[in-house]
């Protein structure tokens, strides 16, 4: 009786580890709270970056053209 709880306690553990080692990789597949955090305030940065920069490429680009006139 002892023996077979035993034998049971054993291979549910066994089991477990198997399908935990199997599972895992598809469970943390996704990106971590801090990662995505980082990731989305990155592309918000790039966002406003581009914003700012247009106007002043094309004040760039008509200052230049006002120069070669002159």
């Known amino acids: ?3 077979k709880f035993l034998f ?3 291979l549910t553990i066994i ?3 198997i399908l935990l080692i199997t599972c ?3 469970i943390y597949a996704a990106y971590p709270k801090l990662v995505s955090k980082l990731v989305s305030g990155f592309e918000s ?3 406003w970056i581009i914003k700012i920069a247009t106007p002043a490429a094309a004040v760039a680009v008509r200052f230049r053209n ?3 006139k002159i």
Request: charged content about 20%; glycine content about 0%.
């Open 45 to 47: 940065i790039k966002a």
């Open 1 to 3: 009786m002892k023996r």
């Open 8 to 10: 049971y306690i054993i």
């Open 24 to 26: 895992s990789t598809n």
């Open 15 to 17: 089991l477990f580890t």
């Open 66 to 68: 006002f120069h070669e």
